[in-house]
C-alpha cells in the first residue's frame, strides 16, 4: 500500500509540475506587465490594465476576491508596491482633469463615452483607501463627475440603455466591461443599491440589443448609430467584443455577490451566470482546432482575410476559469484548457499554431511571429504566440477592430487576466479540472486505500 501511495505522490507531484509549467513564468509576467504599461493610453486601455494588475497583483483588492466588501479602507504595507501602478493610473487621470462645474469623464475628448468608466474603479480604490490625503487630489469628485456624466449627460435609448458613444445613440459591446462594473462598485462603496440595479440594468439593455438568437446567441459587436461620421455600425459578431461582455458581467456578478446586498440581487445574479454561460457555449461552438478564435467567431480563417485573434482568446478563457471559481460552473474548462495551452504553446509546437494571418492561397500561416524592432532576449522567446520582447501575437488592432495589429495593450491584459484567474483556479485545487481531461489532481481521488483530500494523501 505505501509503495502505491509513494507512487500516487510521485504522480501528483509530476501532474502539478506539469500544471505549473502550463502558466507563465514570472519572469515571463513581468514582460508581458512592462509592454502593457508601455502600450496603454486610452482611456480603456488604461482601466483594462488598473483591472488586470488588481487581479494579478493585488486580489484582495479585486471585486473577485473572497474578502468581502467594500475593500479595506487601507493598504497594508506588503501591497503598496503592488498596488501602486494603480492608483498612479488614477492619480495621472484626475490630476490632468479640467476644473469644471459640470458633470465630465475622467478623460475628455475620448469620443466613446462608454470608455473612460472603465478607469473608474481605480479612482474610486484610490479614494477609498485615502490616497487623496498624501497628494491632495480630490478623487470623490472625480469619481461623481464621471457618474453624474454618463448618467445623465450621456444619450440612451428609448428604454435606457446609455450610449457607448457621446455624439450619438450607438451601443457597443465593448460597454459592458466598462460601465457597470463601475456603476455597481460605485453602488457598493456608496450604500447606493439603485446604482447596483442600474448596472444589471445596462447589461440586461445590452443584451436586448446584441444577442443574436440567429447566430447561436454570439452577440453583435456596434448597433442604433445613424452617423456614419462618428463610426459605423457592426453587426458582426466580433470576438473581443463577446469576450468584454462576458468578463463585465462576471465582474458585476462578483461585486453583487461579494457585497453585503447579495441576497437582494440573487436573481440578477443568476441571470448574469445564465447570459456569461450562454456566450461561453456559443463562442467556443466555433472555435477550430487550433483553439485560438478567429476576429469574428463564426467567420473562418480563410473567408475575406478573416484572421487569428490571440486577445479574445485570452480574455474568453479568463472568463471561464472565473465561471469555475464564482459560479462551481465548470462546463467549459476542457475549452478553456485547450486555448490556454494554444496561447502558451512553446517553440517546439509552432507547426500546429496559426499566427492569424493568411497567405496567397488563403491557407493560415504557420511561421511564428517576428519581434518588434525593440526585442531583447526574453523569457517570452520561446513561445509561439509572443514575441520575444512580450507582445501578445497575432492579434486584431485594437484602434481598428476589423484589421490585424502587431501589438495590443489590451492583449497584454487579456493575458494578465488569465494568468491571474488561472493561477487562483489552480490554487482553489482545480476544481472541475477532471472534465477538463486531468489538468490536475483534484477532489476525491482513491488509490490502492487511499484517499486524497485536499492535497493530502490519507489512508483509509
Same mark, same amino acid.
Given at each position: 500500500?505505501?509503495?502505491?501511495?509513494?507512487?500516487?505522490?510521485?504522480?501528483?507531484?509530476?501532474?502539478?509540475?506539469?500544471?505549473?509549467?502550463?502558466?507563465?513564468?514570472?519572469?515571463?509576467? %513581468?514582460?508581458?506587465?512592462?509592454?502593457?504599461?508601455?502600450?496603454?493610453?486610452?482611456? +480603456?486601455?488604461?482601466?483594462?490594465?488598473?483591472?488586470?494588475?488588481?487581479?494579478?497583483?493585488?486580489?484582495?483588492? %479585486?471585486? $473577485?476576491?473572497?474578502?468581502? &466588501?467594500?475593500?479595506?479602507?487601507?493598504?497594508?504595507?506588503?501591497?503598496?508596491?503592488?498596488?501602486?501602478?494603480?492608483?498612479?493610473? !488614477?492619480?495621472?487621470?484626475?490630476?490632468?482633469?479640467?476644473?469644471?462645474?459640470?458633470?465630465?469623464?475622467?478623460?475628455?475628448?475620448?469620443?466613446?463615452?462608454?470608455?473612460?468608466?472603465?478607469?473608474?474603479?481605480?479612482? &474610486?480604490?484610490?479614494? +477609498?483607501?485615502?490616497?487623496? !490625503?498624501?497628494?491632495?487630489?480630490?478623487?470623490?469628485?472625480?469619481?461623481?463627475?464621471?457618474?453624474?456624466?454618463?448618467?445623465?449627460?450621456?444619450?440612451?435609448?428609448?428604454?435606457?440603455?446609455?450610449?457607448?458613444?457621446?455624439?450619438?445613440?450607438?451601443?457597443?459591446?465593448?460597454?459592458?466591461?466598462?460601465?457597470?462594473?463601475? =456603476?455597481?462598485?460605485?453602488?457598493?462603496?456608496?450604500?447606493?443599491?439603485?446604482?447596483?440595479?442600474?448596472?444589471?440594468?445596462?447589461?440586461?439593455?445590452?443584451?436586448?440589443?446584441?444577442?443574436?438568437?440567429?447566430?447561436?446567441? =454570439?452577440?453583435?459587436?456596434?448597433?442604433?448609430?445613424?452617423?456614419?461620421?462618428?463610426?459605423?455600425?457592426?453587426?458582426?459578431? +466580433?470576438?473581443?467584443?463577446?469576450?468584454?461582455? !462576458?468578463?463585465? *458581467?462576471?465582474?458585476?456578478?462578483?461585486?453583487?455577490?461579494?457585497?453585503?446586498?447579495?441576497?437582494? $440581487?440573487?436573481?440578477?445574479?443568476?441571470?448574469?451566470?445564465?447570459?456569461?454561460?450562454?456566450?461561453?457555449?456559443? *463562442? $467556443?461552438?466555433?472555435?477550430?482546432?487550433?483553439?485560438?478564435?478567429?476576429?469574428?467567431?463564426?467567420?473562418?480563417?480563410?473567408?475575406?482575410?478573416?484572421?487569428?485573434?490571440?486577445?479574445?482568446?485570452?480574455?474568453?478563457?479568463?472568463?471561464?476559469?472565473?465561471?469555475?471559481?464564482?459560479?462551481?460552473?465548470?462546463?467549459?474548462?476542457?475549452?478553456?484548457?485547450?486555448?490556454?495551452?494554444?496561447?502558451?504553446?512553446?517553440?517546439?509546437?509552432?507547426?500546429?499554431?496559426?499566427?492569424?494571418?493568411?497567405?496567397?492561397?488563403?491557407?493560415?500561416?504557420?511561421?511564428?511571429?517576428?519581434?518588434?524592432?525593440?526585442?531583447?532576449?526574453?523569457?517570452?522567446?520561446?513561445?509561439?504566440?509572443?514575441? %520575444?520582447?512580450?507582445?501578445?501575437?497575432?492579434?486584431?488592432?485594437?484602434?481598428?477592430?476589423?484589421?490585424?495589429?502587431?501589438?495590443?495593450?489590451?492583449?497584454?491584459? $487579456?493575458?494578465?487576466?488569465?494568468?491571474?484567474?488561472?493561477?487562483? +483556479?489552480?490554487?482553489?485545487?482545480?476544481?472541475?479540472?477532471?472534465?477538463?481531461?486531468?489538468?490536475?489532481?483534484?477532489?476525491?481521488?482513491?488509490?490502492?486505500?487511499?484517499?486524497?483530500?485536499?492535497?493530502?494523501?490519507?489512508?483509509?
Amino acid at each position: 500500500m505505501r509503495s502505491a501511495a509513494l507512487s500516487f505522490l510521485a504522480l501528483t507531484a509530476t501532474l502539478r509540475h506539469r500544471v505549473s509549467a502550463q502558466a507563465l513564468s514570472a519572469a515571463a509576467v %513581468s514582460e508581458v506587465t512592462a509592454r502593457l504599461a508601455q502600450g496603454a493610453q486610452k482611456s +480603456w486601455e488604461l482601466g483594462t490594465r488598473a483591472e488586470s494588475l488588481l487581479e494579478l497583483d493585488v486580489p484582495q483588492f %479585486s471585486v $473577485f476576491s473572497a474578502t468581502p &466588501l467594500p475593500p479595506p479602507t487601507s493598504v497594508p504595507s506588503n501591497a503598496t508596491s503592488a498596488i501602486a501602478p494603480v492608483f498612479s493610473i !488614477a492619480h495621472n487621470v484626475v490630476k490632468a482633469l479640467n476644473k469644471s462645474s459640470t458633470p465630465q469623464p475622467l478623460i475628455s475628448d475620448d469620443g466613446a463615452a462608454g470608455d473612460p468608466p472603465a478607469i473608474g474603479v481605480a479612482v &474610486l480604490l484610490a479614494n +477609498w483607501t485615502g490616497q487623496g !490625503a498624501s497628494d491632495g487630489l480630490d478623487y470623490a469628485a472625480a469619481a461623481k463627475s464621471q457618474l453624474d456624466y454618463v448618467l445623465d449627460v450621456v444619450p440612451r435609448t428609448s428604454d435606457g440603455a446609455i450610449s457607448h458613444r457621446a455624439a450619438q445613440v450607438q451601443l457597443w459591446s465593448d460597454s459592458v466591461y466598462m460601465v457597470p462594473p463601475f =456603476l455597481a462598485y460605485y453602488g457598493v462603496l456608496s450604500g447606493n443599491t439603485t446604482l447596483i440595479s442600474e448596472a444589471y440594468n445596462q447589461i440586461k439593455l445590452y443584451r436586448n440589443y446584441l444577442r443574436d438568437t440567429k447566430a447561436k446567441n =454570439l452577440w453583435k459587436h456596434i448597433v442604433l448609430g445613424t452617423d456614419p461620421s462618428d463610426g459605423g455600425n457592426d453587426e458582426g459578431h +466580433w470576438s473581443t467584443g463577446n469576450a468584454w461582455a !462576458a468578463a463585465g *458581467m462576471l465582474r458585476v456578478l462578483a461585486t453583487m455577490k461579494n457585497s453585503p446586498y447579495s441576497k437582494s $440581487f440573487s436573481n440578477q445574479q443568476k441571470d448574469l451566470a445564465s447570459w456569461v454561460k450562454e456566450i461561453h457555449s456559443a *463562442m $467556443f461552438s466555433y472555435v477550430d482546432s487550433t483553439n485560438i478564435f478567429t476576429n469574428y467567431a463564426d467567420t473562418p480563417v480563410n473567408s475575406n482575410g478573416m484572421f487569428y485573434d490571440t486577445a479574445s482568446t485570452a480574455l474568453l478563457a479568463s472568463t471561464v476559469y472565473r465561471a469555475s471559481l464564482l459560479l462551481n460552473d465548470h462546463s467549459h474548462l476542457p475549452n478553456a484548457e485547450k486555448c490556454r495551452k494554444a496561447l502558451f504553446a512553446s517553440g517546439s509546437s509552432a507547426s500546429s499554431q496559426p499566427t492569424g494571418r493568411t497567405s496567397s492561397s488563403g491557407s493560415a500561416s504557420i511561421t511564428a511571429p517576428a519581434s518588434s524592432a525593440s526585442a531583447t532576449t526574453a523569457p517570452l522567446a520561446d513561445l509561439v504566440h509572443f514575441t %520575444s520582447d512580450g507582445w501578445l501575437s497575432p492579434v486584431v488592432n485594437p484602434h481598428q477592430f476589423g484589421v490585424e495589429g502587431s501589438e495590443s495593450p489590451e492583449g497584454q491584459a $487579456f493575458v494578465l487576466q488569465m494568468q491571474a484567474s488561472y493561477s487562483e +483556479w489552480v490554487a482553489g485545487g482545480s476544481i472541475g479540472a477532471n472534465a477538463a481531461r486531468g489538468t490536475a489532481v483534484v477532489g476525491w481521488v482513491w488509490l490502492a486505500g487511499c484517499v486524497v483530500v485536499g492535497g493530502l494523501l490519507v489512508f483509509v
